[in-house]
């Protein structure tokens, strides 16, 4: 079992490609794994016989000779996705006991290339979140920990996808990213998490939060294995109306290429006060490996990096507040009956639903949206994002990529920012200006906090370019020669 | 422009959450300091510009005009909480 | 004319606008690929994205967008290249995403104008403000159960035009000709059947009153009107329930109201509604949609000729009265039946036959244009033979009836019962012959001076040809005959 859980899934697939072990094997090595981690509480539905009957369809494939990109290897999907026949609930109450009758373009996708499901993962309640506090099941907890401490945040909203591949309980995982959510807990687990240009990967399918914003992507747990699942999820989907009918780039060339020569933007604006002066040296040392490697920094200004967040937290409450309406008791989900009439039967399902940083938000979007107010802060918050965008657009004018740092501070313990919204959406401050602009970006392992966890960097790239993303990540890994274990991998937890 | 309990009564019904009479003033709480702060919004000169509502440039596509779809009535049903005859029932509209 | 209104206390003016849902004609539906086929069973024509289920995402239907544009050509409308898709937030059973996508500030048809003809002659301009492009909702049936409501969602998605009218109507009159004319524009454009009984075309009527040359009253919104009559009574009962409020120094509040089909009154909607606030904004899911000025061509060149076309040219080049040119042209297969039973022969004979004969016979029998047994061709071949003299016009009315009894060609029934008209004058002399011998005490009389008897042997002549024979030659030979 060692030996099967440190696989990448490039070496895991290599592997199986030589038959030195079976699809089935390995699966059943991952169903143990999340079994054994079971306090990590990052899996809400365990598919382990759907798993084994995938592997061993998969066994058949290999030794037909007709192994997919993605053959075999076992994968967590982050329940946001719609599986068909497996319960689906984007971590909220007010789905409970929904089975979707169809699948979600980007999974279906990994299924048609051969990928194994291990089951359907943790995150917060519609996505709403950066703890993955907000689930109806709980946090997923952080396999991280500094000694004797108490349990740390994955991160979130795709907490149990980030901390499962970190604890070796899911080989890959999908996520999804509108603020931060996939490149967030990714750096406070230690994993690679990447969120491609919007409309790379099809919404079809996915629990909508806020449409403009979302995107799949994926969690690895390095930079090769990154673009390996990317290509599979990546594709034009005539179901998706803001889809992209863009080519995907040549991903493997991205990760051999040097960064010669290349220009790496530096935000002035990104030096944060208060910043976790770790973080402040991670992103020094990043700059000095990209040196190192040849390329060229450039110090940049993205004037409106400040009024990303509230720009934000307009638009993406706006939008959830129209997309959750659907969420009312009549076709499916969870009912709660109340009163005599309809609204009743409405207020009383989506009260009991929805848990309260739904709600908010809820409330928030509605507001923002309504007679009155539409202009001061919804117009308003558009017309911002317009000229975040513009920032990066002229940004990329000049350079090749950007570097930041992927988070303010490693993971927190759980609890306590609980209680201040604000406090809590600032985690979100680095990652929230690409999902406004469109643009990819990646979260990579290099570094830690002085009380020993992990730490990202994150790259940003032009829209369409996730070939300079990983051309610059893969670069900052090799210098970075992140290994670490965290203490709950499953290899330990047995 | 601060939210006081009648709003968030007219907002919550708005969004048909049930917000109990005793969590309304913390809820106005809650939201006027999330307002208070996007209010920094209001600094940022945008008086010439376009708003955008995607990021994507392009115009959206047309898909042709077959039926494709349909026809799965137990599909459309299989969740629903409460049904007849092929219909989803629901607690009597009053119009 | 005046539209003024008398009521106790002087004259009223009433103020009227429309907005008419028309649906699409199209296969599937706006947003999603299931059938608008009307009838199916319960939730029969409903997908995953009708039915809004997790995840599920709109994509648009190129030939409903197609119909938009061609409905604005139709009535000289401006067309928006620029066009944005809208969610118009609220819940209600049958709006399963708890929003319709429509258009609000950048609908794909703006300002265009609709020309009315009233039964005096008089016409009218009356301003279209829009149309834009919307999702129809389900259908929510309440008298399925005592407490609970039953919802099927096979019209959900359905694409609609919503058609915007200026309150430029200013009588239940002139809104009975505004649908009347808008449904037969939609008809000959083919962009909605105009089938009022099924729904694919609705009516919410705002009305008003207020003192001539005052300022515009309060407005009520009258919702669903499914037929010309229920408009128009519901317009009429709006006024007068106005009128009286106004008189006895009340106010008009504006509300919503429903239409009973059984009293042809208005009431209050029973359910309390909200304050209204739709929060619309653009869709995330769908952008903004461009058309080419290339693409508006193309439709354009594709667009019929309509009825105030076609009318124009009918009375210009054919002659027709501008009554009976409306009466040819009101259907687009009434036109198309009349062009080609009239093409190349007396247009005006034509149209006299069908708006008498085939009109009359279809309206008896209870059968459409579309079902009549007389073909255009047909209609035309009977007024060729009446042209050139083989049957007389009275003749002719017992070979169309007969036509129309059994489809037969008018030729074959004239050869089989030997009806073709006798224009051999040796023929006819003898006949007169005939009539002259048998009656040879009045042909004394008329010779005496007693001209009226001419008549009488005129009659004899045709009864002994049993209406065959050519009624101008039988007066000339009499003339001749008599005169001895
Ligand atoms: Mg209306
Ligand atoms: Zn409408």
């Known amino acids: 079992m060692e030996n099967y859980l440190n696989l990448t899934a490039t070496q895991a697939r290599a592997a199986l490609q030589k038959k030195e072990i079976s699809a089935t094997e390995l699966t059943h090595a991952y169903i143990q794994a999340a079994e054994a981690t079971k306090a990590l509480n990052n899996y809400v539905c365990m598919t382990a016989d759907k798993a084994l009957e995938m592997a061993a369809s998969s066994d058949k494939r290999i030794a037909d000779g007709n192994a997919g990109p993605l053959e075999g290897l076992p994968i967590g999907v982050k329940d946001l996705f719609c599986t068909t026949g497996v319960e689906t609930t984007a971590c909220s109450a007010i789905l409970k006991g929904f089975v979707p009758t169809y699948e979600s373009t980007v999974t279906s996708q990994l299924w048609r290339d051969g990928a194994v499901m291990l089951g359907k993962l943790n995150c917060d309640e519609f996505a709403m979140g950066s703890a993955n506090e907000t689930s109806v099941f709980g946090p997923a907890v952080n396999p991280w920990s500094t000694d004797g401490g108490a349990d740390l945040a994955a991160g979130g909203s795709s907490g149990g996808s980030a901390s499962s591949v970190a604890a070796g309980s899911a080989l890959m995982a999908t996520g999804t990213d509108t603020g931060g959510s996939i490149r967030q807990p990714a750096a406070f687990c230690g994993v690679v998490g990447m969120k491609p240009t919007y409309g790379r990967c099809s919404r079809w399918g996915i629990v909508a939060f806020a449409s403009s914003l979302d995107q799949a992507g994926p969690f690895t747990r390095d930079v090769a294995d990154s673009a390996l699942m990317f290509a599979s999820m990546a594709g034009?989907?005539?179901?998706?109306?803001?889809?992209?009918?863009?080519?995907?780039?040549?991903?493997?060339?991205?990760?051999?290429?040097?960064?010669?020569?290349?220009?790496?933007?530096?935000?002035?604006?990104?030096?944060?006060?208060?910043?976790?002066?770790?973080?402040?040296?991670?992103?020094?040392?990043?700059?000095?490996?990209?040196?190192?490697?040849g390329a060229e920094l450039v110090p940049i200004s993205l004037p409106h990096t400040r009024y990303a967040l509230p720009t934000y937290y307009i638009i993406a409450p706006a939008e959830a507040s129209s997309n959750l309406a659907r969420y009312d008791g009549v076709r499916y989900g969870a009912r709660v009956e109340a009163g005599q009439s309809l609204d009743d039967m409405y207020e009383a399902t989506r009260a009991a639903g929805f848990g309260d940083e739904v709600q908010r938000r809820i409330m928030i979007g509605t507001y923002a949206l309504s007679a009155g107010y539409y202009d001061a802060y919804y117009l308003k918050a558009q017309q911002v994002r317009r000229l975040i965008k513009n920032d990066f657009d002229e940004a990329f004018e000049k350079v090749d990529a950007i570097l930041t740092p992927a988070t303010p501070s490693a993971a927190f313990p759980l609890g306590v920012k609980q209680d201040d919204p604000i406090t809590m959406y600032l985690n979100d401050v680095f990652t929230v200006p690409a999902n406004l602009a469109g643009i990819p970006g990646i979260s990579v392992p290099a570094g830690y906090s002085d009380t020993g966890l992990p730490l990202g960097l994150q790259v940003l790239s032009g829209a369409f370019r996730e070939d300079t993303l990983y051309k610059v990540a893969a670069c900052l890994e090799k210098q970075a020669g992140f290994t670490g274990q965290p203490p709950r991998h499953a290899l330990a937890a047995r | 422009m601060s939210v006081d309990k009648d709003t968030v009564k007219k907002i919550a019904r708005l969004a048909r959450l049930d917000v109990p009479e005793e969590r309304q003033e913390q809820i106005a709480g809650e939201l006027n300091?999330?307002?208070?702060?996007?209010?920094?919004?209001?600094?940022?000169?945008?008086?010439?510009?376009?708003?955008?509502?995607?990021?994507?440039?392009?115009s959206l596509p047309l898909r042709t005009d077959k039926i494709t779809d349909g026809n799965k009535v137990d599909d459309i049903l299989a969740n629903a909480p409460e049904q007849a005859s092929g219909f989803f029932v629901v607690p009597k509209v009053v119009e | 004319?005046?539209?003024?209104?008398?009521?106790?206390?002087?004259?009223?003016?009433?103020?009227?606008?429309?907005?008419?849902?028309?649906?699409?004609?199209?296969?599937?539906?706006?947003?999603?690929?299931?059938?608008?086929?009307?009838?199916?069973?319960?939730?029969?024509?409903?997908?995953?994205?009708?039915?809004?289920?997790?995840?599920?995402?709109?994509?648009?239907?190129?030939?409903?967008?197609?119909?938009?544009?061609?409905?604005?050509?139709?009535?000289?409308?401006?067309?928006?290249?620029?066009?944005?898709?809208?969610?118009?937030n609220y819940f209600y059973a049958d709006l399963p995403q708890g929003y319709q996508i429509s258009q609000f500030k950048h609908p794909i048809v703006g300002e265009g104008v609709l020309t009315i003809e009233l039964a005096d002659g008089t016409t009218h301009d009356i301003g279209i403000e829009r149309i834009h492009l919307e999702?129809?909702?389900?259908?929510?049936?309440?008298?399925?159960?005592?407490?609970?409501?039953?919802?099927?969602?096979?019209?959900?998605?359905?694409?609609?035009?919503?058609?915007?009218?200026?309150?430029?109507?200013?009588?239940?009159?002139?809104?009975?000709?505004?649908?009347?004319?808008?449904?037969?524009?939609?008809?000959?454009?083919?962009?909605?059947?105009?089938?009022?009984?099924?729904?694919?075309?609705?009516?919410?009527?705002?009305?008003?009153?207020?003192?001539?040359?005052?300022?515009?009253?309060?407005?009520?919104?009258?919702?669903?009107?499914?037929?010309?009559?229920?408009?128009?009574?519901?317009?009429?009962?709006?006024?007068?329930r106005q009128i009286e409020i106004l008189e006895n120094g009340g106010k008009i509040d504006q509300e919503t109201r429903l239409f009973d089909t059984s009293t042809g009154t208005t009431r209050q909607m029973r359910s309390k509604e909200d304050a209204h606030d739709y929060r619309y904004f653009p869709d995330p899911d769908l952008l903004p949609l461009q058309l080419t000025q290339d693409f508006v061509e193309e439709i354009k060149a594709e667009l019929p000729e309509l009825p105030d076309e076609i009318k124009a040219r009918m009375v210009s080049d054919y002659g027709l009265s501008s009554y009976d040119a409306s009466v040819l042209t009101e259907e687009r297969e009434t036109a198309g039946f009349y062009e080609a039973a009239s093409k190349g022969r007396d247009r005006?004979?034509?149209?006299?036959?069908?708006?008498?004969?085939?009109?009359?016979?279809?309206?008896?029998?209870?059968?459409?244009?579309?079902?009549?047994?007389?073909?255009?061709?047909?209609?035309?071949a009977l007024v060729d033979l009446i042209s050139d003299g083989t049957i007389s016009g009275r003749i002719a009315k017992d070979v169309f009836a007969e036509m129309f009894e059994t489809g037969r060609p008018a030729s074959d029934i004239i050869e089989e019962k030997g009806l073709k008209q006798v224009s051999d004058s040796g023929a006819i002399e003898a006949l007169i012959d005939q009539v002259l011998a048998e009656n040879q005490d009045k042909v004394a009389e008329y010779r005496g001076g007693k001209d009226k008897l001419f008549g009488f042997f005129v009659g004899q002549t045709m009864k002994l040809s049993g209406g065959q024979a050519n009624p101008g030659m039988v007066n000339q030979l009499l003339k001749d005959k008599l005169r001895g």
């Not at chain 3, 003024?4 to 907005?19: F, K, S, Y």
């Not at chain 3, 995840?55 to 139709?74: D, F, H, S, W, Y």
């Not at chain 3, 000709?177 to 008809?187: D, G, N, T, V």
């Not at chain 3, 004979?349 to 047909?378: D, H, I, T």
């Open chain 2, 33 to 58: 300091a999330i307002l208070s702060w996007i209010e920094e919004l209001g600094e940022v000169d945008t008086s010439a510009v376009e708003p955008l509502a995607s990021v994507t440039g392009h």
């Open chain 3, 348 to 380: 005006k004979l034509v149209a006299n036959w069908m708006s008498s004969e085939l009109f009359g016979a279809l309206n008896k029998a209870g059968k459409s244009l579309a079902e009549s047994p007389v073909s255009p061709e047909g209609l035309g």
């Open chain 1, 236 to 293: 034009h989907d005539a179901k998706d109306s803001t889809s992209a009918d863009a080519a995907l780039p040549d991903l493997h060339a991205a990760l051999q290429a040097s960064v010669k020569g290349m220009k790496i933007g530096i935000p002035k604006e990104y030096v944060m006060e208060g910043m976790d002066e770790a973080i402040t040296a991670l992103w020094q040392q990043g700059q000095e490996w990209l040196v190192e490697a």
């Open chain 3, 1 to 88: 004319m005046s539209n003024l209104v008398a009521g106790q206390t002087g004259e009223w003016e009433v103020v009227i606008g429309m907005e008419v849902h028309a649906q699409v004609t199209s296969e599937a539906k706006l947003f999603s690929g299931s059938s608008t086929t009307f009838g199916a069973g319960p939730n029969e024509n409903v997908s995953l994205v009708d039915a809004a289920m997790p995840g599920m995402l709109p994509v648009i239907n190129e030939a409903c967008v197609r119909q938009a544009v061609k409905t604005g050509l139709g009535i000289k409308a401006e067309i928006n290249l620029y066009s944005v898709f809208d969610r118009k």
């Open chain 3, 135 to 240: 999702q129809d909702a389900g259908k929510s049936l309440h008298d399925q159960h005592p407490s609970k409501s039953y919802i099927d969602l096979n019209r959900s998605g359905v694409a609609l035009m919503e058609i915007v009218s200026r309150p430029d109507l200013r009588s239940s009159e002139q809104a009975g000709a505004y649908i009347k004319k808008l449904r037969s524009i939609l008809r000959y454009l083919g962009t909605c059947d105009g089938n009022m009984e099924e729904g694919s075309l609705r009516a919410d009527v705002n009305v008003s009153v207020r003192r001539p040359g005052q300022a515009l009253g309060t407005r009520t919104e009258t919702k669903n009107l499914n037929s010309v009559r229920f408009i128009m009574q519901a317009i009429d009962y709006e006024v007068e």
